[in-house]
């Protein structure tokens, strides 16, 4: 495919000017065999005719052309950001490997570009991430924070773009899909990293696609009070102008105007019209310092300010002395000004009003900011919800909510400062030194007060936690916390606590029956379980650990049911549906019955292989890893319960050859819940430039299979290997091999 075809004439001029434009700001870190190089790759893939339209129809190469602009220009990022954008779809198309971009441009590009590429992969058919890939995306984020910024970036620009899209309805829903998740995901996002600028453009623009009306009306409304506004941040600034001249301080007074999204927050939570909302702007004062008295000329500033206007002591925000954990530093003050009116200020250096706009992005400029640590911290906090969130929905309300929550700075005993969100508790503050500590915590006392577990923490408080080797995490513990960190570990401590008093109960239930010589067999205790009206095994081993149940009638219960289904007594009610685990087989004697009421001797038991049986002992077999799917039969072992082959299994001849009393017909029940398994497949093809990139890229667009290793040999022109994936059902193994042996240049897949 030709230049020609690939952009339209609208867009050959856009392409030129965006080139030039970034050219301009790429000058000085991209050298010209990089701006070369790169220029060539891409030319290769529009003539490639792999590269495709976006769901909005926009032209792939000038949103990548404009994100790199976003990143520059906005957020101050270089030379890598800005590789990694431009190579992204050459890489997709198969123009340049991962591999050989690594080898070229910095193992950095390679690792980013592998980050934007499977974050897009989750928006290949919808242009808004549902909640089931909401993990997967979060999981993407925290790879490497340039990742997040280049997302924020590409949204900024596809929120740009978007607004001047043909209104058929189907573009229309998914403009509004788009919107949504750009005000939940990717505006909070901005916010937690900084980019304050962005953070507003992203709100503004969603309010513009999801409550039009509302936007031009507060949009027309700022239109026509502009010159009064105007006016009256002149009068404002022209004395702080004079009065910082005259104390020999440098800095430029601007006003700025508050954002449409952020002036309709205020009309709602206020109830009031849009004439209601007294302060629609805000002014900043930038000062050119040096580093060493930064600090000192904004509290100069700030003195020379409430000298002329009365400060509200409520509204200060210093943010100089403890930043923020995204870098921001700035003094906050609301003063009356001229005509009662409440104005607010903000005050900050040079340096300081970059990274404000800029964000965490600034970091590559300003090494000396105070923000990897907390950084760090967020990440880790997202990692740890991932492994342990209950469901994606619930994950993506606390992520968003942990993103916009302001901050607490409080003090141990010894002086140590800890920063954690507003609303945290003792607990929080607990948990946030450490694991052990939160777990064995009683209560704190506060500037030298006691207090509970659940006391809400102050700006300025020193805390001294109160632990007991005796105290455990309790379920209420659930409630009183608000970290993420806080709630993840109370979880696991739950967890391990109630299967630690299920294994004693157990324990207790097979020592008092073997006691009475009777043997605990798992099927009959199932069957028994699910009789008591019980659906999970833990629950039931708790109820008897905690005294709900007593020990003495579930042995009575159990002996009564074990001597039923063993023929040594009779029941009439007993006949009911069983799966194998209601035969008991006879390995002494090489003899296999069934005691279902309904069954004849020699009939065959019948195993059905369900999730929901957790009572039950059987497990895949590991020579040959059956899926759901598979054709399959167990074989009961001595020891470990029934173990599940595959009926292709290399073992399976001498398995039936040899014990064939211990085999049982098996089949699947239900689909087991995150049950993958390890299936290697053996592939041979062509050894192509790419193609190990492209085989790879097939496996990692597919969220439900991750791939485990993979090993490649080539002779003559020709590659063999040996591909491991963790996979769930044979149908999408089954799919995985079609859409393999599609890939060009390969011949043959199958599984081993």
């Not at 980050?115 to 992969?121: A, L, Q, R």
């Not at 290949?124 to 997967?136: S, V």
């Not at 409080?410 to 508790?425: I, M, N, Q, S």
């Not at 605990?520 to 708790?542: A, C, R």
């Given at each position: 495919?030709?230049?020609?075809?690939?952009?339209?004439?609208?867009?050959?001029?856009?392409?030129?000017?965006?080139?030039?434009?970034?050219?301009?700001?790429?000058?000085?870190?991209?050298?010209?065999?990089?701006?070369?190089?790169?220029?060539?790759?891409?030319?290769?893939?529009?003539?490639?005719g792999?590269?495709?339209?976006?769901?909005?129809?926009l032209?792939?190469?000038?949103?990548?052309?404009?994100?790199?602009?976003?990143?520059?220009?906005?957020?101050?990022?270089?030379?890598?950001?800005?590789?990694?954008?431009?190579?992204?779809?050459?890489?997709e198309?198969?123009?340049l490997?991962?591999?050989?971009?690594?080898?070229q441009?910095?193992?950095?590009?390679?690792?980013?570009?592998?980050?934007?590429?499977k974050?897009?992969?989750l928006?290949?058919?919808?242009?808004?991430?549902?909640?089931e890939?909401?993990?997967?995306?979060?999981?993407?984020?925290?790879?490497?924070?340039?990742?997040?910024?280049i997302?924020?970036a590409?949204?900024?620009?596809?929120?740009?773009?978007?607004?001047?899209?043909?209104?058929?309805?189907?573009?229309?829903?998914?403009?509004?899909?788009?919107?949504?998740?750009?005000?939940?995901l990717?505006?909070?996002?901005?916010?937690?990293?900084?980019l304050?600028?962005?953070?507003?453009?992203?709100?503004?623009?969603?309010?513009?696609?999801?409550?039009?009306?509302?936007?031009?009306?507060?949009k027309?409304k700022?239109?026509?009070?502009?010159?009064?506004?105007?006016?009256?941040?002149?009068?404002?600034?022209?004395?702080?102008?004079?009065?910082?001249?005259?104390?020999?301080?440098?800095c430029?007074?601007?006003?700025?105007?508050?954002s449409?999204?952020?002036?309709?927050?205020?009309?709602?939570?206020?109830?009031?019209?849009?004439?209601?909302?007294?302060?629609?702007?805000?002014?900043?004062?930038?000062?050119?310092?040096?580093?060493?008295?930064?600090?000192?000329?904004?509290?100069?500033a700030?003195?020379?300010?409430?000298?002329?206007?009365q400060?509200?002591p409520?509204?200060?925000?210093?943010?100089?002395?403890?930043?923020?954990?995204?870098?921001?530093?700035s003094?906050?003050?609301?003063?009356?000004?001229?005509?009662?009116?409440?104005?607010?200020?903000?005050?900050?250096?040079?340096?300081?009003?970059?990274?404000?706009e800029?964000?965490?992005?600034?970091?590559?400029?300003?090494?000396?900011?105070?923000?990897?640590?907390?950084?760090?911290?967020?990440?880790t906090?997202?990692?740890e919800?991932?492994?342990?969130?209950?469901?994606?929905?619930?994950?993506?309300?606390?992520?968003?909510?942990?993103?916009?929550?302001?901050?607490?700075f409080?003090?141990?005993?010894?002086?140590?400062?800890?920063?954690?969100?507003?609303?945290?508790?003792?607990?929080?503050?607990?948990?946030?030194?450490?694991?052990?500590?939160?777990?064995?915590?009683?209560?704190?006392?506060?500037?030298?007060?006691?207090?509970?577990?659940?006391?809400?923490?102050?700006?300025?408080?020193?805390?001294?936690?109160?632990?007991?080797?005796?105290?455990?995490?309790?379920?209420?513990?659930?409630?009183?916390?608000?970290?993420?960190?806080?709630?993840?570990?109370?979880?696991?401590?739950?967890?391990?606590?109630?299967s630690?008093?299920?294994?004693?109960?157990?324990?207790?239930?097979?020592?008092?029956?073997?006691?009475?010589?009777?043997?605990?067999?798992?099927g009959?205790?199932?069957h028994?379980?699910?009789?008591?009206?019980?659906?999970?095994?833990?629950?039931?081993?708790?109820?008897?650990?905690?005294?709900?149940?007593?020990?003495?009638?579930?042995?009575?219960?159990y002996?009564?049911?074990?001597?039923?289904?063993?023929?040594?007594?009779?029941?009439?009610g007993?006949?009911?549906?069983?799966?194998?685990?209601?035969?008991?087989?006879?390995?002494?004697t090489?003899?296999?019955?069934?005691?279902?009421?309904?069954?004849?001797?020699?009939?065959?038991?019948?195993?059905?292989?369900?999730?929901?049986?957790?009572?039950?002992?059987?497990?895949l077999a590991?020579?040959?890893?059956?899926?759901?799917?598979?054709?399959?039969?167990?074989?009961?072992?001595?020891?470990?319960?029934?173990?599940?082959?595959?009926?292709?299994?290399?073992?399976?001849?001498?398995?039936?050859?040899?014990y064939?009393?211990?085999?049982v017909?098996?089949?699947w029940?239900?689909?087991?819940?995150?049950?993958?398994?390890?299936?290697?497949?053996?592939i041979?093809?062509?050894?192509?430039?790419?193609?190990?990139?492209?085989?790879?890229?097939?496996?990692?667009?597919?969220?439900?299979?991750?791939?485990?290793?993979?090993?490649?040999?080539?002779?003559?022109?020709?590659?063999?290997?040996?591909?491991?994936?963790?996979i769930?059902?044979?149908?999408?193994?089954?799919?995985?091999?079609?859409?393999?042996s599609?890939?060009?240049?390969?011949?043959?897949?199958?599984?081993?």
């Amino acid at each position: 495919m030709t230049a020609e075809l690939f952009y339209t004439p609208d867009e050959q001029l856009q392409l030129q000017a965006l080139t030039a434009q970034l050219k301009a700001l790429t000058h000085d870190f991209l050298s010209e065999s990089d701006v070369q190089s790169i220029a060539a790759h891409r030319q290769k893939a529009v003539e490639s005719g792999e590269l495709k339209r976006d769901v909005f129809g926009l032209n792939t190469m000038l949103n990548e052309l404009r994100t790199a602009i976003i990143v520059c220009e906005e957020m101050g990022m270089k030379r890598t950001a800005v590789i990694s954008i431009l190579l992204r779809s050459t890489i997709e198309a198969g123009i340049l490997s991962q591999e050989a971009a690594a080898s070229q441009y910095g193992e950095d590009v390679a690792r980013i570009v592998g980050g934007i590429i499977k974050t897009e992969k989750l928006y290949e058919k919808t242009p808004a991430i549902g909640t089931e890939n909401f993990r997967n995306l979060l999981l993407s984020f925290a790879d490497d924070m340039r990742v997040i910024l280049i997302m924020i970036a590409e949204r900024v620009n596809l929120m740009r773009q978007i607004g001047s899209i043909d209104n058929d309805e189907e573009k229309t829903q998914a403009r509004i899909a788009t919107a949504h998740e750009a005000a939940n995901l990717y505006a909070p996002l901005a916010h937690k990293l900084g980019l304050y600028s962005l953070k507003s453009e992203l709100e503004d623009l969603a309010m513009k696609y999801t409550e039009t009306d509302v936007y031009y009306q507060i949009k027309e409304k700022l239109n026509q009070t502009k010159a009064s506004r105007d006016k009256y941040i002149a009068e404002f600034i022209k004395p702080i102008e004079k009065k910082m001249a005259e104390a020999g301080l440098k800095c430029h007074v601007k006003g700025r105007t508050k954002s449409i999204h952020s002036i309709w927050q205020k009309m709602k939570k206020q109830r009031c019209p849009f004439e209601g909302v007294y302060d629609l702007f805000a002014i900043r004062i930038i000062l050119d310092s040096a580093p060493e008295r930064e600090k000192q000329e904004c509290w100069l500033a700030y003195s020379l300010v409430t000298d002329m206007y009365q400060p509200n002591p409520k509204r200060l925000r210093d943010w100089l002395s403890i930043p923020k954990s995204n870098g921001y530093e700035s003094l906050h003050t609301t003063v009356m000004g001229p005509e009662g009116k409440w104005v607010e200020v903000q005050i900050r250096t040079e340096r300081m009003d970059e990274i404000a706009e800029r964000g965490l992005a600034a970091h590559w400029r300003y090494k000396g900011i105070k923000s990897e640590s907390g950084l760090d911290d967020w990440l880790t906090r997202i990692r740890e919800a991932l492994e342990n969130a209950d469901d994606d929905k619930d994950l993506m309300d606390r992520f968003k909510m942990e993103l916009y929550k302001d901050e607490v700075f409080v003090f141990t005993p010894k002086g140590d400062l800890y920063r954690l969100p507003h609303g945290a508790t003792v607990l929080d503050f607990a948990y946030s030194i450490h694991t052990n500590l939160g777990y064995h915590c009683t209560g704190a006392k506060v500037n030298d007060r006691h207090v509970q577990l659940k006391y809400v923490l102050c700006n300025g408080d020193q805390v001294e936690i109160l632990s007991s080797n005796t105290q455990t995490p309790k379920q209420g513990w659930l409630n009183m916390v608000t970290t993420t960190r806080a709630r993840t570990k109370i979880r696991q401590a739950l967890k391990e606590i109630s299967s630690a008093q299920a294994r004693t109960a157990r324990e207790e239930i097979e020592r008092r029956l073997k006691n009475r010589k009777i043997e605990l067999n798992e099927g009959t205790m199932l069957h028994l379980i699910k009789k008591l009206g019980y659906k999970d095994v833990i629950e039931f081993y708790q109820s008897v650990s905690e005294g709900r149940l007593k020990t003495d009638e579930v042995i009575e219960h159990y002996a009564s049911l074990y001597n039923v289904e063993h023929g040594l007594a009779s029941d009439a009610g007993s006949s009911e549906t069983h799966s194998a685990a209601s035969y008991q087989m006879n390995l002494d004697t090489g003899s296999q019955t069934a005691v279902g009421a309904d069954e004849g001797a020699n009939s065959r038991s019948l195993f059905f292989v369900d999730p929901n049986m957790v009572g039950i002992e059987y497990k895949l077999a590991r020579c040959c890893n059956p899926v759901y799917g598979d054709n399959i039969f167990g074989f009961v072992t001595v020891s470990n319960g029934i173990k599940i082959h595959r009926q292709e299994c290399p073992n399976a001849r001498d398995l039936r050859k040899k014990y064939p009393y211990r085999q049982v017909e098996a089949r699947w029940s239900g689909k087991p819940a995150s049950s993958f398994s390890p299936v290697t497949l053996s592939i041979v093809g062509m050894d192509d430039i790419g193609i190990v990139n492209n085989i790879t890229s097939v496996i990692s667009s597919d969220e439900h299979m991750q791939m485990r290793s993979i090993s490649i040999d080539t002779h003559d022109k020709l590659f063999s290997g040996r591909i491991t994936i963790m996979i769930d059902d044979t149908s999408r193994l089954e799919s995985l091999i079609k859409k393999l042996s599609r890939v060009r240049g390969v011949k043959q897949v199958k599984r081993t």
